[in-house]
């Protein structure tokens, strides 16, 4: 029997389309992290590291290590943090269904600085199946949920994120969209009416619907901007850009981890029996 009772946190995902988790991560967890992001290659757009690839989504975006789950342990303890998993299966997992579980859609680390946006994008106006936002018979049935965990402070000038509430639910497109995502990303969209940043400390997450228009305001400030996305969806999804995770990296991983990256095993002749059971 599925727990139809909401919290207060609930109200607010279902009215606003994102949560504030303050404090997400514990301090040891965020200076290995960091670390880490000191240690990343100079890598050229498009070159391999191991099994992660710098992948720039567009070149006002900053530098995207895409598949960053394979990049070593800090990254591996996101997978099923307990400041947000339980709340994101709850709202993207398909909880009582056939289906039941979750899968990590995408995951990147992002490097932005100064100068570095990212247009304001998505809404619920178009429906797209893959980032929707649905709320059925009691239950959350969204298709992505996004964390975005900081890992320095995103203040005024730091390029925080930012959302348009309420528009995961919109059968109107806002007006900016009239205009194309590449005539967008010549050009920041500093003044849409309604959309507000989103001010983050170290260590903490922004957990979203992707059916929410959002983006990131132009970095003015010196330095740079380091946060970790993780995309979660239902577990019959798919990467977005046909990553594959390494047989080492599904070795090492816990039970409960390895079934987020890979909730359907591969079904091998001689190997798996009955309904997924591996021999």
Partial sequence: MLDNSHDALDFSFDLNGYLLLRNAIEPELLAELNTAFDRFPDLASGEWWGNVQRLDNAGHAGVELQNIVEAGAPFEALIDHPAWIARVARYCGEQGTYVEGLFIDECFASVRRTGGFFPLHSGGQDGVVRNQFRYVNGQFRCAQVNILLALTDIGPGDGATRVLPGSHK????????????????????????????????????????????????????????RVVIYRYGPSWGATRHGFRYSDELLARLTPA??????????????????????A
């Fill in 257 to 278: 981890r390895r079934r987020i990256l890979q909730p359907i095993p591969p079904r091998i002749p001689g190997v798996t029996r009955g309904y997924g059971a591996q």
């Fill in 170 to 225: 919109s059968n109107i497109a806002h007006p900016i969209f009239a205009r194309s995502f590449d005539e967008r990303r010549e050009e920041d969209d500093e003044a849409v009416e309604g959309a507000i940043e989103v001010h983050l400390r170290a260590g903490d997450a922004l957990l979203f619907v992707d059916a929410i228009a959002h983006g990131a305001a132009r970095r003015t400030n010196p330095g740079d901007r």
